[in-house]
């Protein structure tokens, strides 16, 4: 069974800065997707990015970019130029490939993350 | 387009009784997801339908159902509750790989 994990109960960073959250996940798949979504107090779960293990390239939106190492299963967030709104709990999320019958996400356990002014 | 939208947002309920949860996925997208939030347990899959039929089920009790309708809503539903049911609903659904998520039933089992 595939597995995530986060180990980073909290973090905080300033406002302005830089800050990256850590993933790692056990697999036997080859190819499978990874997903980063956030959570606000609101409740409301939104996709921040997307990664394809096929493609070798970082996947990167706005401020938001990944550092994905396929043969270390790690599958780091990290946030440039940290704003209040990002203050949130962050969630690493793993699916496989097969669209089909797969479509189930394996979620790690999250991190908190604090923004100071 | 609208997002995914999922009645009621609250809801009180008490021991023994059951609970029918609403999810109205994004137009066009045939595949809906339910998972279960906990503090304890944190996010897990309960289940997923697409085009009327479950596809993928987690490793939840029989007392945790759902259906799925011709126009891609969704309907949970949970049997003779427990205190432990108490949790956020979040549907999501897909049109391919990402998964898009509703704002969550919070359900409170007394």
């Known amino acids: 069974a595939q597995t995530v994990t986060q180990s980073q109960p909290e973090m905080s960073v300033q406002e302005a800065e830089t800050v990256t959250l850590s993933c790692t996940y056990d697999t036997s798949e080859s190819d499978y997707y990874l997903f980063w979504y956030k959570q606000p107090p609101s409740r409301q779960m939104i996709l921040v990015i997307r990664q394809e293990a096929y493609k070798q390239q970082n996947a990167t939106e706005n401020r938001f970019s990944v550092n994905f190492q396929k043969a270390a299963k790690s599958f780091s967030l990290k946030i440039s130029d940290s704003q209040l709104g990002d203050a949130a709990m962050y969630f690493c999320?793993?699916?496989?490939?097969?669209?089909?019958?797969?479509?189930?996400?394996?979620f790690g356990t999250g991190t908190r993350l604090q923004v100071m002014l | 387009k609208a997002g995914v939208t999922q009645t009621p947002r609250y809801l009180i309920k008490t021991r023994g009784q059951q609970v029918t949860l609403s999810c109205s996925p994004i137009s066009g997208h045939r595949s809906v997801s339910w998972y279960q939030q906990t503090p304890g347990q944190g996010l897990q899959f309960l289940f997923e339908?697409?085009?009327?039929?479950?596809?993928n089920k987690g490793n939840f009790p029989g007392r945790f159902s759902g259906r799925q309708f011709s126009n891609s809503r969704s309907e949970m539903n949970v049997s003779t509750l427990e205190l432990g049911d108490s949790a956020l609903y979040l549907c999501?659904?897909?049109?391919?790989?990402?998964?898009?998520f509703g704002p969550g039933t919070r359900l409170t089992v007394l």
């Open positions: 999501a659904s897909s049109l391919g790989v990402a998964q898009f």
């Open positions: 339908y697409f085009s009327e039929t479950q596809r």
């Open positions: 999320a793993y699916r496989r490939s097969d669209t089909g019958t797969a479509s189930k996400l394996t």
